[in-house]
């Protein structure tokens, strides 16, 4: 079993849904439908978030859910996941996951903090950010050094997403990192952070992150999310300057 994580004690049930929610107006799922306390996105692509089932709240879930969930994603000929928080209240829905032979995958960290903050970061010239897909800016996902099928996926999800704003760094000509937040549920949420490997360590990415906090300003939003890997260090690293803390760690449930 999962290690239960302690829950930031600022965030309630309306919290946990409404980033929940705009989490997928960000990865923007073929499909998503609605269960009583579920969100279920159906999606054939890498993206994780896409295409694996969600609690809207972090307590009293029936884990008989699972059932109807799954005959959901049978319907459509898709495998069943689950994204579950490694938190007390969802010790039932993790029980009846593992009793079914799922097993936890993944650790990831969800993470909330201020767009003040998060611009504070970068004192230089932030990324230049556009309401649509640019080629300068998916160019980044589709470089060498990333898989090139993953980066297909969310370069087509990010750019269908009716809620997102776009960034990239220039730097000599060559389109050098990239991001998008997603300005939704009064949410502004960070997806798709990418930094060309040759060039990390430079300050790219906080100008990534400066741009989408200015965008999130002028939308006058003021909190924002993001979710990342656990072992991810760099990534933490980069967060945790800009002021985002742990709100809870999830992993995925695979049934292998």
Request: aromatic share 8%; net charge negative; glycine share 6%.
């Amino acid at each position: 079993m999962t290690t239960m994580h302690t829950e930031h004690s600022s965030l309630e049930d309306h919290d946990i849904a409404s980033l929940e929610r705009a989490t997928l107006d960000a990865v923007a799922p073929h499909a998503v439908q609605e269960i009583e306390g579920w969100l279920v996105p159906f999606d054939n692509s890498t993206i994780g978030r896409a295409k694996s089932a969600v609690p809207l709240r972090h307590r009293n879930i029936d884990p008989q859910q699972i059932t109807t969930i799954e005959a959901l994603y049978a319907d459509r000929d898709l495998p069943a996941t689950f994204r579950v928080a490694d938190v007390p209240g969802l010790a039932s829905v993790h029980a009846e996951l593992a009793r079914r032979g799922y097993q936890a995958q993944q650790p990831t960290l969800v993470q909330v903090g201020t767009v003040q903050q998060m611009r504070a970061i970068c004192a230089d010239l932030p990324a230049r950010v556009s309401a649509s897909p640019e080629a300068a800016w998916s160019s980044v996902y589709l470089a060498e050094g990333f898989d090139p099928v993953d980066g297909a996926h969310r370069v087509s999800a990010l750019s269908r997403s009716q809620h997102i704003v776009y960034a990239h760094v220039e730097d000599e000509g060559l389109s050098v990192a990239a991001g998008t937040a997603a300005l939704s549920q009064s949410w502004c949420s960070i997806h798709g952070m990418r930094t060309l490997p040759a060039q990390r360590g430079r300050g790219f990415a906080a100008r990534v992150l400066a741009g989408l906090a200015d965008a999130a300003t002028a939308r006058q939003l003021e909190r924002v999310f993001l979710q990342v890997e656990e072992g991810n260090t760099a990534a933490l690293a980069l967060y945790r300057r800009a002021g985002f803390t742990t709100a809870w760690r999830y992993h995925y449930w695979h049934n292998t």
